[in-house]
């Protein structure tokens, strides 16, 4: 299925259906090693894009156009980390996406991007216990699949699996980013609620794609 911009609306529709769908669960692991919002502030964010997106009189021209969109909506109603943290990786994103479709190379651009947005926001590296846990290894796995002539699908296949497992690898890492950092070796045995979060999002980008709305 082509990744164009009814593809990127899928995707940022189906993210909000994930995140309300886990809003308790996120918020619970924020309340493990955070301030119990986590959950709640994605809700706020992806119900006021769902919100925009409705209210749109057409479709947006390009893939980059839906993730404008969604950047500038939870920069403006998520506050705390997550809202700028995922506000500039999806403005970053926007970016290399003024396409209308994606190829596999144009898909690991994207990810890179995002990537990059939150690093130049939040100055994370790997190990640290924040979303670059899940972001980080969705990149690599991405640009390992990104071989001649391949299905950009599979790349989006690879890149949730790894932010999948990069989220689950959160779990005995000691946070020294965020408000975990606050607790110190008393993170480790929680799961990072940004690295959970940003593993649903990766992987509804692959539901997107394989699911026609
Ligand atoms: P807040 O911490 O302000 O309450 P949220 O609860 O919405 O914001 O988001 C917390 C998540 O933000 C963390 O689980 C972590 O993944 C992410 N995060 C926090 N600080 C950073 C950072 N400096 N770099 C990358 N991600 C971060
Ligand atoms: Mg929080």
Redesign the pocket.
């Known amino acids: 299925m082509a990744l164009d911009v009814a593809w990127a609306v899928r995707w940022v529709r189906l993210t909000a259906g994930l995140v309300t769908e886990h809003r308790a669960y996120l918020t619970e692991l924020?309340r493990q090693i955070?301030?119990n919002?986590?959950g709640e502030?994605?809700y706020r964010g992806y119900t006021a894009v769902v919100a925009r997106l409705d209210a749109l009189e057409g479709p947006p021209a390009q893939v980059g156009d839906v993730l404008k969109l969604v950047a500038t909506t939870l920069m403006s109603t998520?506050g705390?980390?997550?809202g700028p943290?995922y506000g500039t990786a999806y403005l970053r994103a926007a970016k290399v996406t003024g396409l209308d479709e994606l190829d596999a190379g144009a898909v690991v651009a994207m990810l890179e991007a995002g990537l990059e947005g939150?690093v130049a926001?939040?100055?994370?590296v790997p190990g640290e216990k924040?979303?670059?846990d899940a972001w980080s290894p969705a990149v690599a796995a991405a640009q390992a699949a990104c071989v001649e002539g391949v299905d950009p699908v599979v790349v989006l296949e690879a890149a949730a699996t790894a932010a999948e497992e990069g989220a689950v690898a959160t779990d005995p890492m000691v946070a020294t980013?965020?408000?975990?950092s606050y607790l110190g070796e008393r993170s480790a045995g929680h799961r990072?609620?940004?690295?959970a979060s940003s593993a649903l999002l990766v992987r509804a980008a692959h539901t997107a794609a394989v699911d026609g709305a």
């Open positions: 924020d955070g301030d919002d986590h502030n994605l998520v705390g980390a997550a943290l939150i926001r939040g100055k994370a924040t979303m670059v980013k965020g408000r975990a990072d609620p940004g690295a």
